[in-house]
């Protein structure tokens, strides 16, 4: 399982940076939606529509998408409604514990959820979504490592068992390291991020580490109500496609407000 996990995510990364950095935009664009559209299929099978239902789900959600990408001034209205869900709504909804919920409410909560952040992704500049991205990324390995390690107290039991405080805190940890990093590294961002500036551009990282555990906790909340392990089996050792984006959701958009609010893209 491990070697097969490993293999896909490489795969994956690989497959990845070659359409980012070799699709023109518009393509760029039409990957994204597309990638959207079978989050929202799962999303809708999560939620147990039938799979017709499901499968035009999935279409509305690509197309909202690929025609919001045609309008790049509405990025930050798009992601303002979005952070609005992942810093207010969706940490009340972990908290009160999942309860069942009309199918109407939870479609319109899945196009929250996957549109913001997949038109987030086609407006951040190539460079900064991959710095993006890798935030994500970091942050779920050190929260893994130290999880592992170290974990002892749960931080969502009766959502996501295998959760622990002390994953969180390594998971911070590495993000503000690479933060550092990057700013150090990046000649734009370390022009910018300069004396006091640094207080709140460690803080917007932490919130993002924060959001991504936030997103991460809905989707498996969400597979648990559904009674499942997986999101789907599309990529072999990871499950669905949200089981990979889930952290990604919920971080996307906000990093696009924070980064706009730098005068970074």
Same mark, same amino acid.
């Given at each position: 399982?491990?070697?097969?996990?490993?293999?896909?995510?490489?795969?994956?990364?690989?497959?990845?940076?070659?359409?980012?950095?070799?699709?023109?935009?518009?393509?760029?664009?039409?990957?994204?939606?597309?990638?959207?559209?079978?989050?929202?299929?799962?999303?809708?099978?999560?939620?147990?529509?039938?799979?017709?239902?499901?499968?035009?789900?999935?279409?509305?959600?690509?197309?909202?998408?690929?025609?919001?990408?045609?309008?790049?001034?509405?990025?930050?209205? !798009?992601?303002? %409604?979005? &952070? @609005?869900?992942?810093?207010?709504?969706? /940490?009340?909804? +972990? #908290?009160?514990?999942?309860? $069942?919920?009309? !199918?109407?409410? %939870?479609? &319109? @909560?899945?196009?929250?959820?996957?549109? /913001?952040?997949? +038109? #987030?992704?086609?407006?951040? $500049?190539?460079?900064?979504?991959?710095?993006?991205?890798?935030?994500?990324?970091?942050?779920?390995?050190?929260?893994?490592?130290?999880?592992?390690?170290?974990?002892?107290?749960?931080?969502?039991?009766?959502?996501?068992?295998?959760?622990?405080?002390?994953?969180?805190?390594?998971?911070?940890?590495?993000?503000?390291?690479?933060?550092?990093?990057?700013?150090?590294?990046?000649?734009?961002?370390?022009?910018?991020?300069?004396?006091?500036?640094?207080?709140?551009?460690?803080?917007?990282?932490?919130?993002?580490?924060?959001?991504?555990?936030?997103?991460?906790?809905?989707?498996?909340?969400?597979?648990?109500?559904?009674?499942?392990?997986?999101?789907?089996?599309?990529?072999?050792?990871?499950?669905?496609?949200?089981?990979?984006?889930?952290?990604?959701?919920?971080?996307?958009?906000?990093?696009?407000?924070?980064?706009?609010?730098?005068?970074?893209?």
């Amino acid at each position: 399982m491990f070697l097969t996990r490993t293999l896909t995510a490489a795969v994956l990364l690989a497959a990845f940076i070659a359409v980012l950095f070799w699709l023109d935009r518009g393509q760029f664009a039409i990957a994204v939606s597309l990638v959207v559209g079978i989050g929202g299929y799962e999303w809708a099978r999560l939620i147990k529509t039938r799979q017709n239902l499901a499968a035009a789900y999935g279409a509305v959600c690509a197309g909202l998408c690929s025609a919001l990408a045609l309008a790049p001034w509405m990025a930050p209205w !798009v992601c303002g %409604a979005g &952070a @609005v869900f992942w810093i207010g709504a969706a /940490p009340y909804f +972990l #908290a009160r514990g999942f309860r $069942p919920t009309p !199918v109407t409410a %939870a479609m &319109a @909560v899945g196009v929250v959820v996957l549109v /913001p952040a997949g +038109l #987030a992704m086609i407006v951040l $500049p190539p460079k900064q979504l991959l710095m993006v991205l890798g935030l994500i990324w970091i942050s779920d390995t050190g929260a893994y490592l130290a999880g592992r390690a170290f974990g002892r107290r749960k931080l969502a039991p009766s959502i996501s068992p295998g959760k622990t405080w002390e994953g969180v805190a390594g998971g911070a940890i590495g993000c503000v390291i690479y933060a550092i990093i990057w700013a150090f590294c990046d000649a734009d961002l370390r022009a910018r991020v300069q004396g006091n500036v640094w207080i709140p551009f460690l803080a917007g990282t932490l919130l993002l580490c924060a959001l991504g555990v936030v997103g991460d906790l809905l989707e498996s909340g969400l597979k648990r109500q559904a009674g499942v392990k997986d999101s789907g089996k599309l990529l072999p050792g990871h499950g669905g496609v949200l089981d990979r984006i889930d952290s990604a959701t919920a971080t996307l958009p906000v990093a696009l407000l924070l980064m706009l609010a730098m005068g970074a893209t």
